[in-house]
């Protein structure tokens, strides 16, 4: 608890002065999380301060990827493809924290332009599948993005003090995307946007799971035929060692 109070002292002591200028300042505790080979996940500590009324919501979106997605059909008894589409603009990782429930927080028009919500997302989808709706590639994509752990399932809750000093922490699994990450920052007041604020965070690989990392993907087919001697090397090694 001291810990606590002291933290959002000093939080209060370094925001206070810059609050007469602007109405919403935020920052993060880190702005790299380093991934070695031990890498279990993290926690992101995001604090900040707002001066006057408002609610406060926080997007976090990695970089954009180009998802496949393909539809299964059971005929005969046997599961085959039988449709897929590209998901152009799908961000790797999503979450979003908020004093309150989306929903109640501005109109569709607001969150959509913001895209604050997986129901907001600008997702580019295209399917020449005339037997799916776009709709349905835009769920599975979502859907396999939570089994993953790389979507929130629901919105985290952003812990306002004071009415003026909120804190939320940001988690980030073990199978998390490197690269730059966006931490958006938005003070909304009568379901309009009256201040935003974005701060970058680079999630990176460091030490040798980064030069294996980059070695398979600069050097894809080098990679996969020392991974195939490794392996055959290893098959042997347990043959001659189980003879003897």
Do not use: C
């Given at each position: ?8 002292a000093l939080m209060f002591?370094l925001?206070s ?6 109405p919403?300042?935020a920052?993060?505790?880190k702005?790299?999380?380093?991934i070695?080979?031990g890498f279990?996940?993290?926690d992101?500590l ?9 609610e ?15 539809r299964?059909d059971?005929?005969a ?7 897929s589409a590209?998901?152009?603009n799908?961000p ?7 004093t309150k429930?989306i929903?109640?927080l501005a109109?569709?028009?607001v969150?959509?332009?913001?895209q604050i919500?997986l129901d907001?997302l600008d ?9 799916a709706?776009p709709?349905?590639?835009?769920d ?5 993005k939570q089994?993953k752990g790389?979507?929130g399932?629901e919105?985290l809750?952003v812990?306002l003090?004071s009415?003026r000093?909120?804190?939320t ?8 995307p490197v ?5 958006e ?5 009568d379901?309009e946007v009256?201040?935003?604020q974005?701060t970058p965070?680079?999630i ?5 799971g980064a ?12 990679y996969g035929?020392?991974?195939?001697v490794?392996?055959a ?10 003879k003897?």
């Open positions: 608890m001291k810990r606590l109070v002291l933290t959002l002591g925001i002065p810059v609050l007469a200028a602007e919403l300042v920052d993060l505790s702005h790299l999380v380093a070695t080979t279990a996940g993290t992101v995001l604090f900040g301060a707002v001066e006057g009324d408002g406060v919501v926080v997007v976090v979106r990695g970089p954009n990827r180009e998802e496949m997605v393909r299964k059971k005929q008894g046997i599961w085959i493809n039988s449709g590209h998901i152009r799908a790797s990782f999503y979450a979003v924290a908020s429930p929903e109640k109109p569709t028009p969150l959509e332009r913001h919500g907001h997702l580019e989808i295209d399917s020449a599948d005339a037997a709706e709709g349905q590639y835009r599975a994509v979502i859907r396999l089994k790389l979507y399932t919105t809750p812990s003090l009415h000093l909120f804190r922490d940001l988690h980030f699994p073990a199978n998390v690269g730059t990450y966006l931490v920052v938005y003070l909304i007041h379901g009256v201040s935003a974005t965070l680079i990176s690989k460091i030490g040798i030069d294996v990392y980059d070695f398979a993907n600069q050097q894809a087919v080098a035929i020392l991974a195939i490794l392996a090397s290893a098959g042997w090694l347990a043959a001659v060692a189980f003897k």
